[in-house]
Structures are given as C-alpha cells and as structure tokens.
C-alpha cells in the first residue's frame, strides 16, 4: 500500500516480495499492511456471505 492507495509490484501468480524488502531495508508486513490483510479478510467474507 501507498499513500495514494494499492500499486501493483506484480502481476503475476507467484509475486515476491523478497526483493523490494531488500532493496528497501524494510520488512513488507507493517502495522498498516497487517490492517489492509485483516481489513480485507472481513470484506471476503462478508462478500462470499452475500453471494450463498
């Protein structure tokens, strides 16, 4: 997640994230991205509640 909302690193099936972590010196799983997985798993479920 940016500032300005999702930006695709990649668009294919198996995505690694390995090298933006190294290249960036960060880790990928922050306070805010663990909030958009959480926040996001409540909505996928809500959703495929909807749809049954």
């Known amino acids: 997640m940016c500032d300005n909302g999702p930006v695709v690193v990649e668009a294919n099936t198996g995505s690694d994230l390995h090298l933006y972590q190294f290249a960036s010196g960060k880790g990928f799983m922050t306070p ?21």
């Open 32 to 52: 805010k991205f663990r909030s958009f997985l959480a926040q996001s798993k409540k909505t996928i479920k809500a959703n495929s509640k909807a749809r049954i």
